[in-house]
């Protein structure tokens, strides 16, 4: 059992890992949060959410095996036709998955009723807007200043 449970530590270990090292690990879980802050303003099935769900998922655990790709390929300290073409590939595989994810993102969130929502949220509540202005200066500070 003991076993078990030290999985989950270094599992964990990784994903920190990645958040602290890796800028396009952080610059996905920045748009995964904005996207579920907004989420419950659209008009979605539980279907469409688990999509939503999955497709981040997806991206970020593709992110954090590209970053797990380039350190093992990095570790021979030597360049390798094979070994750049291993850390293209892997980079390609999270550029698809983000680019699926913004495919199905704009068939799924598409809805103009709901940008009016958030549109009038703001105007309700104005101090929502200096939130999400800090939120939005705190994502630029996480990516690019870690």
């Not at 688990?50 to 992110?63: N, P, Q, T, Y």
């Amino acid at each position: 059992m003991k076993k078990f449970f030290k999985g989950f530590v270094c599992a964990f270990r990784g994903l920190i890992a990645c958040a602290k090292e890796e800028r396009n690990f952080r610059f996905h879980l920045a748009v995964a949060f904005h996207l579920f802050v907004y989420l419950p303003f659209f008009e979605l099935t539980k279907g469409e959410t688990c999509v939503i769900v999955m497709l981040c998922g997806a991206v970020l655990s593709l992110e954090a095996v590209n970053s797990a790709i380039e350190r093992a390929v990095d570790c021979t300290g030597e360049y390798s036709p094979r070994a750049g073409a291993a850390k293209d590939m892997a980079a390609g595989a999270v550029l698809i998955a983000a680019a699926v994810s913004v495919i199905a993102g704009v068939a799924l969130l598409w809805q103009p009723k709901a940008f009016a929502a958030i549109g009038r949220f703001f105007l309700r509540e104005p101090w929502a807007i200096a939130v999400q202005l800090l939120a939005g200066a705190a994502s630029v500070r996480l990516i690019f200043f870690p």
